[in-house]
């Protein structure tokens, strides 16, 4: 069973779309991370949310922390072909290790 | 200034063999990691040193063995290398795990 559920695992949409990412869990987070991965690359951290109900902005992307702390969202507005990619979302539940989710696959077409 | 480098990028080896994977920071992190990211991309903590101390070894198989010489550098030395180990190892660092980390570009190992 993973600590960390993402859905949807694949999303395919076309440039100009909106779409949103969830990150869920049963257990509380004291934060959680979000990161990108590219095709023959690392994955690359976008945003660390910290605070239940924070809300991040890094351009068209809205990252959310929900207010339990058990879950995160991640919102592309107007996506573009180069937001393709693996969207990763990795936390530390209380007491534990970095845990990451299985991951969303996203495909921006042009 | 790449501020993870690992290599070899690519490892392609027979089954049996013994091979090593180099990875340095130049970060000032004091904490460095192993993972492994299987066929679904899925990222598994296998080890993590702090300060050259071991602090998190993962049930891994006792042929994977990591050597941190100094905070910098944690290379990762596989024994008799098996078709199961086949996968993209990362190394990566933290100052601190709540913050975030920085991975290395990876390398790709096809045991053959």
């Known amino acids: 069973t993973q600590l960390l559920e993402q859905s949807p695992q694949f999303l395919s949409i076309q440039e100009g779309e909106n779409l949103t990412v969830y990150c869920n869990s049963s257990?509380?987070?004291?934060?959680l991370q979000w990161y990108r991965q590219e095709p023959g690359e690392g994955p690359v951290l976008l945003v660390t949310?910290?605070?239940?109900?924070e809300v991040k902005k890094l351009k068209r992307l809205t990252f959310q922390f929900g207010d339990a702390r058990k879950d995160s969202s991640l919102h592309i507005t107007a996506a573009q072909p180069g937001d393709t990619g693996l969207y990763l979302c990795?936390?530390?539940?209380?007491?534990?290790?970095?845990?990451f989710g299985e991951g969303t696959q996203l495909t921006v077409n042009p | 200034d790449t501020a993870v480098s690992q290599t070899p990028k690519y490892l392609v080896t027979q089954m049996g063999n013994d091979k090593s994977i180099k990875c340095e920071q130049n970060?000032?992190?004091?904490?460095m990691y192993w993972y492994k990211q299987d066929s679904k991309k899925f990222l598994k903590i296998m080890f993590s040193?702090?300060?050259?101390?071991?602090?998190i070894n993962e049930t891994v198989p006792n042929r994977f063995s990591p050597k941190s010489p100094d905070k910098a550098h944690l290379n990762l030395h596989i024994n008799s290398l098996e078709l199961g180990d086949s996968a993209v190892y990362f190394c990566?660092?933290?100052?601190?795990?709540?913050?975030?980390?920085?991975f290395g570009s990876g390398t790709r190992l096809t045991v053959v």
């Open positions: 990566a660092s933290s100052q601190d795990r709540e913050v975030g980390y920085t």
């Open positions: 257990s509380v987070f004291s934060s």
């Open positions: 949310v910290v605070t239940g109900g």
């Open positions: 990795a936390g530390v539940p209380s007491g534990s290790r970095l845990t």
């Open positions: 970060l000032g992190h004091d904490t």
């Open positions: 040193y702090n300060n050259k101390e071991l602090i």
